[in-house]
């Protein structure tokens, strides 16, 4: 059943059918074709994965996220961190960095981040004289630093297959999210300087920025919120979640007072398809997961690498290398809930902790968010600067060795995870 299924998943990929409808189609005719199972496995399994009170922190995170980003709090965000950083080297590209960094707080996904920020921030770099693809480049990589910082998608997907607390993924993230916004400025600012690109000589204004600081505070304070209810135990992620729903409601109607029904029933509804693409994702792989584990397939490889690869830092490089080569051709949750059941056992075996573990797959996966040829963020920013995809990956080559550089500092120093 294993081979049918992996042919049809890859022919199915090659066609261009949606992830979670080639999960679905893959099982299925996998199970139909091996004749062991009867066809209602498949709903039977798809519905058992869904059964998990922490999975409701999935769409009351993402239902926050867009109504904090929808209003008038993504231009205070956005202000905040054009005031702080426009007037350096490199400022203006700068901005996409740190306003991903912020909006990563908000939002937690990368694909609204590309979105919301390269369409408001690539048309202003351009009439500034930044190149198209190299505007674009720096969106697509710097929206990937909003899966770092909590509130995380992936990390919740990720402790759905590997029993791993909430609360300690969102706070393993913070750092690496910081190094990644620290490392990607510094790409801007070295690009800068060797190329001329302009940036804005006004003096610095402490009190404007102060008062915008203001502004932006509430959105600022959501992460730091999040990790203190979960780390303290005061909250679960669930109720977290909803905690922040309220938390972006009262924003919108007391302090920013832009929140009208019209904006909720936006919200509402792009929060519920956000939803449900994931939730189809979970449901297909689901079905994938349970027949891997009845045919030993995580055990089988754990077995294999042990034999064959020996050394912990050379599994630990396989990994690194398998999972930057999945990100590049699946999307980052059915990668997540497809190599997660295979690499738990793995780590545990040469005794990795599972919460490196999920710092290194997002992180990994993150890459294949700004990679060819399946690229999510690469496509929305090139499309938004209009410039050729092929262009915009030649600008991208310091902003992998940048991600590649943490990366390899996050697989080989387990003290970086706190």
């Known amino acids: 059943m294993i081979p049918m299924m992996v042919v049809l998943f890859f022919v199915l990929l090659a066609l261009a059918v949606p992830v979670g409808h080639v999960l679905l189609i893959a099982s299925g005719g996998a199970i139909l074709w091996g004749g062991e199972f009867p066809p209602f496995l498949v709903p039977q399994q798809m519905v058992s994965q869904t059964q998990s009170f922490p999975m409701l922190a999935l769409p009351f995170f993402i239902l926050s996220g867009s109504l904090m980003m929808s209003g008038r709090l993504g231009e205070k965000l956005i202000g905040f961190a054009t005031e702080l950083v426009q007037r350096f080297r490199g400022g203006l590209g700068a901005v996409s960095v740190v306003g991903s960094c912020v909006f990563g707080g908000v939002s937690g996904s990368a694909v609204a981040d590309a979105t919301a920020l390269g369409g408001m921030l690539i048309p202003w770099q351009k009439r500034e004289g930044y190149p198209a693809a190299f505007a674009a480049a720096n969106n697509a990589a710097a929206a990937t630093i909003a899966i770092l910082i909590p509130p995380s998608i992936p990390f919740i997907l ?66 730091i919120m999040i990790l203190v209810l979960l780390r303290f135990g005061v909250a679960t992620p669930t109720e977290v979640s909803v905690m922040a729903v309220l938390y972006a409601l009262a924003a919108g109607v007391f302090l920013y007072r832009d929140m009208t029904l019209a904006r909720f029933t936006d919200a509402l509804i792009a929060a519920g398809v956000a939803t449900g693409v994931v939730m189809l994702v979970i449901m297909g792989s689901s079905v994938v997961g349970w027949l891997m584990t009845y045919a030993q397939v995580p055990q089988r490889f754990a077995a294999w690498c042990l034999t064959t690869l020996k050394d912990p830092w050379l599994i630990i490089l396989a990994m690194n290398a398998i999972m930057l080569v999945a990100g590049m051709f699946i999307d980052l949750p059915a990668a997540i809930l497809l190599l997660g059941p295979i690499f738990v056992p793995l780590a545990q075996a040469i005794g ?36 050729s ?30």
């Open 158 to 223: 990720y402790s759905l297959v590997s029993n791993v607390s909430v609360a300690d993924l969102f706070v393993a993230g913070v750092v690496p999210g910081l190094l990644l916004t620290t490392g990607f400025v510094t790409v801007n600012n070295v690009s800068a300087r060797l190329r001329g690109f302009p940036y804005v000589r006004a003096a610095f204004d402490g009190a404007k920025v102060w008062r915008l600081f203001v502004d932006a505070l509430p959105a600022l304070a959501m992460p």
């Open 352 to 387: 990795l902790d599972l919460t490196q573990l999920g710092v290194m797959m997002v992180l990994n996966l993150a890459v294949g968010l700004y990679t060819p040829p399946v690229g999510t963020t690469l496509f929305i920013s090139s499309s938004i600067a209009q410039t």
């Open 389 to 418: 995809i092929v262009r915009t990956t030649r600008e991208l080559w310091p902003f992998y060795i940048v991600a590649l550089l943490i990366l390899l500092l996050f697989s080989y120093v387990p003290a970086m995870t706190i």
